[in-house]
């Protein structure tokens, strides 16, 4: 995946062990969507907390069939004008044989798609933290089928498959943070601006619901963050997943711990959802950077993102962008620092020979960074808006306004994430064996609680 790997002429062996460890990152990898979902959802008022689970959930389905009908064919297939990719054998995946190695490496090509396919999975999901309360289920299966195909496949070509043009540029983004990071950031951003702000924003309180569930799904995603990354040198048997695997935990504390420090000057308290996010922008900061850095460049990575991206959470009140749970904040800021502090502080020895500002290397790799960040911003943040346009115009985009105030669980799902009535279940359906008493009595109070919740 990283450009600047020099290929031994020997063709290489089928090695079991680097087989197993990839399939054991894949999972975890896997495991990151539904820790997502958990820490968007706990994010949300009550009344949007199924929707927001089921907004990264789908996405396990929809771009899973899109990846073997085309997707890792546009990804990785031959190169078409270093825009994208296009073999006939990955088309269904149906011309690949079960020992064949991916190119230059000792993992069946098998191994590698589907390593690859959990990567093309929690991208769009990404995006959905940033929609919040508004957006129609349908609308967003929509949009993360169009966004999957006319965005992330080709980006992902861009700058990891063999002729993508940043891959040769030699842009170095070892585990996503130009093609994951900034892109479901811009991405983000595209979309808000189309579809428009909460009903309520900056004058009604929109706490979220349940920190509990936003520590658990942090938690998890640091530990699938160790397959994401230490997973992307593709094999463990020369040291530098290794040094990726300790960079990750490095840069991740370092950043929660800055957050915490500005949110204690800022705003006079330690807030566990300030860990959280904290957390969260070091790992996305250190995801292109870790394998090119030494131990104390993660802590200066992960302390920059940190401070940035706590930071960059507040301009969406500034400039008037509703950014529901931070997608830009923390995950456009924080690729964009990842990025393109390779160019400061990459070592030369460890994932390839280039050096950054403090290493001696100059400015060059700086340049390919700043190029790299800012056509992936770029095309994303355009395509993304031009996407969310035809989706609001052909099927809506948005629930309707009372919708979104009553709550868009029921609206679209038919159910409530937490059911205190003692029916059993929060499904429209389960409601007939409720007494009509009970069933206005509940009824009253929830339009009672519509203003608070709100």
């Known amino acids: 995946m990283p450009p600047g790997i020099t290929i031994a002429a020997d063709a290489p062996e089928l090695s079991a062990a680097n087989t197993g460890f990839m399939l054991i990152c894949s999972a975890l990898v896997m495991l990151m969507t539904p820790a ?18 089921m907004m990264s959930f789908i996405s396990l389905g929809i771009v899973t069939i899109l990846w073997v009908l085309y997707g890792f064919s546009i990804a990785f297939g031959t190169d078409h004008g270093s825009l994208f990719g296009w073999s006939s054998d990955y088309v269904g995946l149906s011309g690949i044989g079960l020992t064949e190695l991916w190119d230059g490496y000792t993992i069946p090509v098998f191994v590698f798609a589907v390593f690859q396919l959990m990567f093309a999975i929690i991208t769009p ?38 002729g993508g043009w940043a891959f040769e540029l030699g842009v170095i983004d070892f585990a996503g943070g130009t093609a994951v990071h900034i892109n479901a950031g811009a991405a983000a951003l595209g979309v808000i601006l189309v579809i428009g702000k909460r009903v309520g924003f900056k004058k009604d309180p929109m706490r979220p619901h349940s920190l509990p569930l936003v520590m658990l799904g942090a938690g998890l995603l640091w530990f699938g963050w160790f397959g994401f990354n230490a997973g992307s040198w593709l094999g463990n048997d020369d040291g530098v997943g290794a040094m990726m695997f300790l960079n990750t935990q490095v840069a991740t504390a370092a950043a929660m711990l800055a957050w915490l420090a500005y949110e204690k000057i800022r705003h006079g308290a330690f807030t566990t959802l300030g860990a959280a996010s904290g957390a969260v922008a070091g790992l996305v900061a250190i995801t292109p950077s870790g394998g090119s850095c ?25 400039f008037g962008y509703d950014d529901s749970l931070d997608v830009v904040g923390v995950h456009l800021v924080g690729g964009v620092v990842g990025s393109l502090l390779v160019g400061f502080f990459a070592t030369g020895g460890v994932q390839s020979k280039a050096q950054g500002l403090f290493y001696g290397g100059g400015l060059e790799q700086l340049g390919k960074q700043a190029a790299g ?7 994303s943040l355009i395509a993304s808006a031009i996407l969310a346009f035809l989706v609001d115009k052909t099927i809506g985009m948005r629930v309707s306004e009372d919708e979104e105030v009553s709550g868009i669980d029921q609206v679209q799902h038919a159910e409530t994430a937490y059911d205190f009535s003692g029916a059993g279940g929060g499904t429209a359906p389960r409601s007939a064996a409720v007494p009509a008493p009970v069933q206005e009595a509940a009824k009253a109070a929830t339009e009672k609680n519509k203003r608070v919740d709100a």
């Open 36 to 53: 997502l979902a958990f820490f968007y959802g706990g994010m949300v008022r009550v009344k949007s907390t199924l929707n927001m689970l």
């Open 373 to 379: 960040v800012g056509a992936v911003l770029a095309y």
């Open 125 to 162: 999901a990404l995006i959905s933290g940033a929609l919040a309360d508004r957006v129609k289920f349908t609308a967003w299966a929509l949009f993360v089928t169009l966004w999957a195909t006319v965005v992330y496949f080709p980006v992902a070509h861009w700058v990891w498959g063999t």
């Open 294 to 318: 030494s131990p104390l460049g993660a802590i200066a990575i992960g302390a920059i993102a940190g401070l940035l991206c706590a930071m960059a959470v507040g301009l969406k009140f500034k």
